[in-house]
């Protein structure tokens, strides 16, 4: 699955993604399809599909 750059639109909805996880979000680079997080106080780096299997994983949609 790879996102198109929506400007703000896909950053705030990676945000509360991350939110629900327990991360905080720090960017997203939509060139690489990759997402930047807190965790923990460090900073981490997750491959975009890897960050959506988890949060769906953990936060299943119905």
Do not use: H, W
């Amino acid at each position: 699955m790879k996102l198109k750059d929506l400007g703000r639109g896909a950053r705030i909805e990676l945000s509360k993604m991350a939110k629900l996880l327990g991360m905080k979000f720090i960017g997203y680079n939509p060139q690489a399809q990759q997402v930047s997080l807190e965790v923990q106080g460090k900073g981490v780096t997750y491959p975009l599909e890897e960050f959506i299997q988890q949060y769906e994983r953990i936060c299943p949609t119905t």
